[in-house]
């Protein structure tokens, strides 16, 4: 069959789309290979994390139980990791949440780690991490008390074959504590319980495909401002700045109210204005963007609305 390990450090959209006949949400290589989408019948033998589809859809038909609604869109994408420095491991979790996701109609990215300090390395934010308790270097129960320490709130499930980690599980805040093999219907209620808790709470983001076929996702809050520049899209956020070919008219579709559209080239984030004089608003990481005459009156009115609304 060859070699058809994950991949640790690369990542894979779940749930994204349909081609006709019914797929799965992960695509498939080989190393080496170009990636392609698979169909279901022969697909799950392994992972690729290296092509992600420009468009985003949601996958399968399954009419099962869910604590989801069918028919209610979910806006923002899971960030999922996954971290062992088991290969078998790390494919048996993607698989269980592959098959998850893609039963449950969600949409997550996937991200494989082979040890602790790989995790910590990311800058990533993490909504569900699982983690295996021992590993060379820093194990698993290390990553999850230094990300607490850094202020991270994600969902973290343990999965080890050592039970004696379980009261230390407690100290980080732990969902779950998953022994190997993993039960699969102890699986799905964790996932559940869990999916059930980002979905009262995630925060909306934009889906940024950009290079090709890779893809970002960027949360609303995190994003200062979109310039159309050069025929191109520029994303300011906190911690980078990302290029994409979206119109403008696409992007003021899938903003949501905090963004006001203070030129015809600029919409800003109203969250990080801190400051308006002569024309230009100045946010708050020292950036000043244009406001247009035509414009300014509204800007002024929508500023002292969304003051007003985080007051309340």
Known sequence: ???????????????AERCGKRQ???????????????E???????????????????????????????TEKVIAIINIAIVDDDPRMLEEVSRKVSDYVDGRRLRASLHLFADGA?????????????????????SGMDAAKK?????????????????????????????DYLLKPIDSARFERTMDRVCQNLHRTKDPGLVISSRGNN??????????YCEARNHKMIIRSKTETLECSLKIDELKGR???????CHR??????????????????????EKIPVSRLRAREFSRKMLQHIKERAE
């Open 265 to 286: 080239s600029y919409f800003i984030n109203l969250h990080y204005a801190c400051g308006y004089e002569a024309g230009l608003v100045a946010l708050e990481n020292g």
């Open 215 to 224: 893809f970002s996702f960027l949360r609303f809050n995190d994003i200062l």
């Open 147 to 175: 990300l607490r320490e850094n202020g991270t709130a994600g969902h973290i499930i343990f999965v080890t074959v050592f039970d004696e980690y379980v009261y230390e599980a407690f100290e980080v805040e732990a969902s």
């Open 1 to 15: 069959m060859g070699d058809r390990s994950p991949v640790p450090g690369g990542e894979a959209l779940l749930g």
């Open 118 to 138: 790989e995790l910590l390395r990311s800058a990533r934010r993490f909504d569900l991490l699982f983690l295996d308790v021992r590993m060379e270097g820093i």
């Open 24 to 38: 799965v949400g992960l695509q498939y290589r080989r190393r080496g290979e170009k990636t392609s989408c698979a």
């Open 255 to 261: 903003l949501d109210d905090r963004f006001f559209q």
């Open 40 to 70: 279901e019948r022969g697909a799950r033998e392994s992972l690729a994390f290296a092509r992600i589809p420009d468009r985003l859809f949601f996958s399968g038909n399954n009419e099962r139980s869910s604590p989801f609604s069918h």
